[in-house]
């Protein structure tokens, strides 16, 4: 039986995410008589942070939400990201003099960008943005686990995101309007031949559109991962949507949540290895510190 405070404390969130991500921000920033955004940078700036206080309702209480930059060991960066999800227990404090912070992608779990009205061009820029994000998951060679899925270290104990979708990076997009026809989009057209199959979005959420996901035909299920693996085979799934309707105008608002806890739940968290990001420290003799330590 659903639980009735669970879901009043939802819907109130829900309410407050709707309102102040559409209604309250274009009152705060938009000038209706010039028909224009006022500082646009702070117009995107007040639906990132409204985007992260709806999350932080819905994501374990052991991850930490923030905006900033990603990093490896293998001295890649990538651009500013919008949404970050990570685990702050393991995660140091690694920011520039300006207070821009960097995070290890060991301790990320997830990563989102928001945007107002999305044409196709620019919903191709925001995902190809985000495969690269995905990517530098790929990169990371240990496998010392802070979180990981009973379930997952069960079948596969090995950290691998090659086949392991709860060891890749979650990836999703959230936005006010799609700018095109949803019904006539094929998902293969908004990534180029070379993207890999795994590294495509999990998740696009359209406050006025729908939920896009796939479709698991096993069970009759709508999964938020674009791969599969059932018994050493990768299944790719089918493309899903879920629409608002008159019944229920908040569905897929509802399916967003439930899908953003799986996923953060139970996605993988790795301790980063330090010596990694710092590289050969030199030498010493016994009893002394090395130089490049002083």
């Known amino acids: 039986m659903p639980s009735t405070v669970f879901n009043e404390l939802l819907n109130e969130q829900i309410e407050i995410f709707r ?18 955004l006022i500082h646009a940078g702070e117009f995107g700036m007040y639906r990132e942070a409204v985007c992260r206080d709806f999350l932080r309702f819905l994501i374990p209480g052991r991850l930490a939400l923030s905006q900033g930059f990603l990093i490896n060991s293998h001295d890649e960066v990538s651009t500013q ?29 997830a990563v989102g960008e928001v945007k107002s009205n999305v044409s196709k061009t620019n919903l191709k820029e925001a995902l190809h943005k985000l495969v690269n994000v995905k990517r530098m998951r790929d990169q990371v060679s240990a496998s ?13 104990p090995e950290y691998n995101p090659e086949v392991n979708m709860y060891d890749q990076l979650i990836t999703f997009l959230i936005c006010e309007k799609l700018d ?12 180029v031949s070379d993207v890999l ?8 959420f359209s406050l006025q559109d729908g939920l896009l996901i796939y479709y698991y035909p096993v069970g009759d299920m709508a999964l938020p991962w674009p791969v599969m693996q059932v018994r050493q085979t ?29 996923v953060t739940s139970v996605a993988t968290i790795l ?16 009893g002394e510190i090395p130089r490049n330590l002083l």
Not at 99 to 109: A, D
Not at 144 to 156: A, D, F, I, L, T
Not at 197 to 204: A, D, F, K, Q, S
Not at 252 to 262: E, G, K, P, Q, W
Request: glycine share 6%; with cysteine; aromatic share 12%.
């Open 19 to 36: 309102n102040s991500f559409s209604s309250v921000s274009r009152a705060t920033f938009y000038d209706e008589q010039e028909g224009k």
């Open 81 to 109: 990201c919008d949404i970050i999800v990570y685990d702050s227990q393991s995660t140091p404090l690694i920011q520039s003099e300006d207070r821009q912070r960097f995070f290890p992608v060991e301790t990320v779990c």
């Open 144 to 156: 010392n686990p802070v979180v990981r899925s009973e379930q997952q270290g069960r079948y596969r």
């Open 180 to 191: 095109f026809d949803l019904d006539g989009v094929i998902m293969d057209e908004l990534y």
């Open 197 to 204: 199959r795994r590294h495509r979005h999990n998740l696009i």
């Open 234 to 262: 990768n299944i790719e799934l089918n493309n899903y949507i879920i629409v608002p309707t008159q019944e229920s105008t908040l569905a897929h608002l509802r399916f967003f949540a439930t899908y953003i806890f799986m």
């Open 271 to 286: 301790f980063p290895e330090m010596t990694d990001y710092i590289g050969p420290m030199g030498g010493g003799r016994k």
